[in-house]
């Protein structure tokens, strides 16, 4: 069965890095597109960064953009995203998520972890 | 970039039928995908390309998008289908191409 494991996160000061992994199983990760959402306590989701199977195509939220890198490794069956000069704005459950191919349709999530950005 | 607007909340009784928008300019033309967020859980897709139901979700969910509003409609409405419902499109024409609508909570009274 499909399965997305989210690892990485937890407390860091604002202006500090984290890395967040995400662990594919139970299908042929390098078939796929991958999403990064996150949603703050209390709030709605929030896109934020889409690679596609090959990695040749990389998008991000403004919010995110310049500060954050997504990346993957088909020959681990991994997710990444780099999280750099890190804001309390960023605090927030990071999901990865599987897409579809044409129309970005999030078929499967993990269960999310949580990065808290806080002094 | 696109936005899509949907109500705060949408409050219904048990059994009877809930409906949830999701309005964008000529969203129409685009493909819709529908998510359910119980308390405390992950997302689950209830429906994708509109009104397609991936395995597992009831025939009580079904979608439809036309003009200006995209609809999620749940039939005889059940106290588990109590959580937060978000739309989403891919905007192909944007270098930021999912989007996500604010969310509905649902509550069945």
């Known amino acids: 069965q499909v399965q997305l494991v989210e690892s990485g996160g937890g407390l860091v000061k604002p202006g500090g890095s984290l890395r967040l992994s995400c662990a594919a199983s139970?299908?042929?990760?390098?078939?796929?597109?991958m999403s990064w959402i996150r949603q703050a306590p209390g709030k709605g989701l929030e896109w934020v960064s889409y690679i596609s199977s090959s990695g040749s195509t990389i998008y991000y939220a403004d919010s995110v953009k310049g500060r954050f890198t997504i990346s993957r490794d088909n020959a681990k069956n991994s997710l990444y995203l780099q999280m750099n000069s890190l804001r309390a704005e960023d605090t927030a459950v990071y999901y990865c998520a599987r897409d579809g191919p044409l129309y970005g349709e999030s078929d499967y999530w993990g269960q999310g972890t949580l990065v808290t950005v806080s002094s | 970039s696109y936005v899509l607007t949907q109500p705060p909340s949408v409050s219904v009784a048990p059994g009877k039928t809930a409906r949830i928008t999701c309005g964008g300019n000529n969203i129409g033309s685009k493909s819709v995908h529908w998510y359910q967020q119980k308390p405390g859980q992950a997302p689950v897709l209830v429906i994708y390309?509109?009104?397609d139901r991936p395995s597992g979700i009831p025939e009580r969910f079904s979608g439809s998008n036309s003009g200006n509003t995209a609809t999620l409609t749940i039939s005889r409405v059940e106290a588990g289908d109590e959580a937060d419902y978000y739309c989403q499109v891919w905007d192909s024409s944007s270098d930021h191409p999912k989007v996500f609508g604010g969310g509905t909570k649902l509550t069945v009274l």
């Open positions: 390309y509109d009104s």
């Open positions: 139970g299908f042929t990760f390098s078939d796929y597109y």
